[in-house]
């Protein structure tokens, strides 16, 4: 099974403290983005448009748009294929952002069944290859679940405890 490469984008904006901005990308990751180390590497200066950033309340109308950041409080004005000039909010490349980002550890808000799957795949005997065929997964899939890097969806965890390894889950809900 040949594995697609995705192209990284942004699924969810978790939340936004000071300025660096917690999200959900499309391969399963929560990443943190902190703009204070962007904005210096930019260097940015009056005559930047995003230099209104640098303001908190202005950097927090970042919003969602197109899977990536985007921020309609700065309009950027571009030409259009039939030479119009057409105003844009002011996006970033979801690429870059993924770059710029790291992986979220040790978030309390996050369930960690890394080495749940782990133990039980051990106990079992089978690899991650063998654990990714039984539950239609892919081997770089589950161990990135198993390094606690991506939280998987309800219906993944399920073919991977259920399917997978054969347990069972119990879900409570008080």
Request: hydrophobic share 40%; charged share 30%.
């Amino acid at each position: 099974m040949k594995n697609k490469i995705k192209t990284p984008r942004i699924l969810k904006i978790l939340r936004i403290k000071d300025f660096t901005i917690y999200c959900v990308f499309n391969n399963g990751e929560t990443r943190v983005i902190d703009f204070l180390e962007i904005f210096k590497m930019w260097k940015l200066s009056k005559r930047d448009p995003e230099y209104i950033l640098l303001k908190q309340s202005e950097f927090k109308k970042v919003a969602l748009r197109n899977n990536t950041l985007s921020w309609k409080n700065i309009q950027i004005e571009l030409i259009d294929l039939k030479g119009n000039k057409i105003s844009h909010p002011f996006e970033l490349s979801p690429d870059l952002l993924f770059k710029y980002s790291h992986p979220l550890k040790n978030d309390r808000s996050r369930f960690f069944f890394g080495s749940i799957i782990r133990d039980a795949r051990e106990v079992k005997g089978i690899t991650q290859k063998e654990l990714a065929e039984l539950s239609g997964t892919s081997k770089s899939y589950i161990s990135r679940v198993e390094s606690d890097l991506i939280e998987p969806e309800l219906t993944t965890l399920y073919k991977i405890l259920e399917i997978g390894l054969g347990k069972k889950i119990k879900v409570l809900i008080e």
